[in-house]
């Protein structure tokens, strides 16, 4: 049981260019969450997902998109990077919303 | 949603012995989650107590909740120093409202 993986682990772009980073889950879980963690800030909620094929905005949503067409899978896009966007990605799956949250072990991107 | 705030922002001590961190809210829950994240890791979820309970038990934990103050404290006992690690509380409140948001945590240093 690998839990939540997440891919890269790290990764540093130009101003501009784009990504996925990318979420799985083996435990079957319905939700899926994509945080960014900076300096000073805490956890920011940017996107999250009930089940296959769903998707809703989080606290800070701007600048990212999101896809869930495997419920195993949860993608984070970056369609143009920006400097803002330098921070560490984490993602979370959980049974219901209510439950306890399973997070990877993080990506550290930096945007040059 | 609503957010925890982790009370003190940091907190130094020496081995063996507790270590008493604060978490208040504002609005009515459904339960409230502990987790703990080691530098440069994911978080981990501690223990989860529900909204009817007052007190809780994991090991050397020890979580207590009191709702008519909206508050919640995380005691560990005997620290070591691998208990150094960032605790971030998350306040539920259930029903439609899945989104878990995170403070700024409280940073525990253990010295040996």
């Known amino acids: 049981n690998a839990g939540v993986t997440q891919t890269p682990k790290f990764r540093v772009l130009k101003t501009g260019q784009s990504m996925t980073l990318l979420c799985a889950q083996d435990?079957?879980?319905?939700?899926m969450y994509w945080y960014r963690q900076d300096p000073g800030m805490g956890l920011r909620l940017i996107h999250y997902?009930?089940?296959?094929?769903?998707?809703a905005k989080g606290e800070v949503p701007d600048g990212y998109n999101v896809s869930r067409l495997k419920k195993q899978n949860f993608l984070l896009g970056l369609e143009s990077a920006a400097p803002s966007q330098t921070s560490v990605y984490f993602c979370?799956?959980?049974?219901?919303?209510?439950?306890?949250?399973?997070f990877g072990p993080g990506t550290r991107l930096t945007v040059l | 949603s609503q957010q925890g705030e982790e009370d003190p922002q940091a907190l130094s001590i020496q081995e063996g012995e507790n270590a008493t961190m604060n978490c208040s809210y504002k609005?009515?829950?459904?339960?409230l989650q502990w987790y703990r994240q080691n530098s440069g890791r994911g978080l981990v979820h501690l223990i989860l107590?529900?909204?009817?309970?007052r007190e809780k038990h994991s090991g050397r934990l020890r979580v207590t909740l009191d709702t008519s103050k909206k508050s919640s404290s995380l005691l560990i006992t005997a620290s070591r120093a691998a208990d150094t690690a960032s605790y971030f509380c998350?306040?539920?409140?259930?029903?439609?409202?899945?989104?878990?948001?995170f403070g700024k945590g409280t940073l525990l240093t253990v010295n040996p």
């Open positions: 979370a799956s959980s049974i219901g919303g209510a439950g306890t949250q399973y």
């Open positions: 997902s009930v089940g296959e094929g769903t998707t």
């Open positions: 435990m079957n879980h319905e939700y």
């Open positions: 998350a306040p539920n409140p259930g029903g439609s409202n899945y989104k878990l948001t």
């Open positions: 107590i529900r909204s009817n309970e």
């Open positions: 609005t009515s829950i459904n339960n």
